[in-house]
């Protein structure tokens, strides 16, 4: 039996070089007929195609959400994949994610994600990534019922519930994917796990690009609770920073003891994480900023 028709959309800011790569990975996605490529691109001035891939500007608003959104737009497939850039796709995910169909009332796939492989000798946050499994679906899926929800960095949804709940928020730069899994499950559509159809994360390379990630990981999570109370409550931010002493300290005394570098990696990164995300709180989450916001200095 035929799949159904499906649109890849990828927003995208960075580079030449970066849209380069992302194009060639793109380019090994096995289509069928009625299949589209489209990469939004929020860099200004880019447009134009490359190979499958069509190249679509959209700079008016610099959040993903808004670039998904246009992408959507512009296809008319039965199903639109999410993917983020930073990910390299199996090159047969299409066909696996239809195997076995998903049910009438399904409106969301979530797509297989693994970190990038990392050895004992690779980069500290490479290897942390890795052995935490950072990108499963398996760390906001399993917040329940409720509050779970799947990243976008590897989902499908069906087009006709995407139209009906109006897509992607335009306006939030993270969160995107919990606040549109919300909407489609109080519309009464379902989730499917499609752990098969798989794509590869790049992992941050350094302990600040880290920090960064998780700082914007907060200011979702704050949002987040504002629209949706009780989804992620705030900790208790000074005892929080006496935990991530703690943490580090005991489980850095206790990785020498054993001689264990993966264990170090944990004591040190883990507190980085949390203490990073509760910090990210306070950053504002939705763009534009307003024009006499202090943030407008330090946020893009």
């Known amino acids: 039996m035929a799949r159904p028709s499906v649109d890849v959309v990828v927003p995208f800011r960075g580079a030449p070089a ?27 001035g880019a447009a134009g195609s490359e190979g499958p891939v069509r ?25 639109i994949l999410f993917l983020d850039a930073d990910v390299t796709p199996d090159p047969g995910l299409l066909d696996l994610y239809f195997q076995p169909p998903p049910q ?11 970190d990038e492989p990392a050895g004992r000798e690779s980069p500290a946050v490479v290897r942390y990534a ?15 019922p409720r509050w779970g929800f799947l990243k976008t960095a590897n989902a499908a949804v069906r087009r006709t519930a995407f139209d009906a709940v109006g897509g992607f928020r335009d306006s939030i730069r993270a969160g995107e994917d919990a606040d549109l899994t919300y909407r489609l499950r ?7 796990r499609r752990e098969g159809a798989t794509a590869t994360h790049a992992s941050r390379r350094t302990p600040r690009a880290l920090a960064a990630q998780w700082i914007g990981f907060g200011s979702a999570g704050a949002w987040l609770d504002e629209t949706y109370p009780g989804s992620f409550p ?54 534009p900023l307003p024009p006499r916001s202090l943030w407008r200095l330090v946020v893009r």
Do not use: K
């Open 18 to 44: 970066q849209r380069r790569a992302l194009l060639a990975s793109l380019g090994t996605i096995d289509l069928a007929a009625g299949d589209s490529l489209v990469v939004v691109d929020n860099t200004p």
């Open 55 to 79: 190249i679509h500007a959209a700079t008016e608003v610099a959040t993903p959400a808004y670039a998904r959104n246009r992408g959507a737009a512009l296809g008319q497939g039965e199903w």
């Open 104 to 114: 009438p009332r399904t409106g969301l796939l979530a797509g297989g994600l693994r």
């Open 130 to 144: 890795y052995l935490s499994r950072a990108m499963s679906q398996d760390n906001t899926l399993e917040y329940g």
């Open 186 to 192: 109080e519309a009464a559509w379902g989730l499917e």
């Open 234 to 287: 705030a900790r208790g931010r000074p005892g929080l920073a006496w935990w991530g002493l703690r943490f580090a300290a005991r489980g850095v005394a206790g990785a020498a003891r054993r001689r264990n570098r993966d264990l170090v990696l944990q004591a040190l990164l883990e507190p980085l994480e949390q203490i990073s995300y509760e910090l990210g709180r306070a950053v504002p989450n939705e763009r």
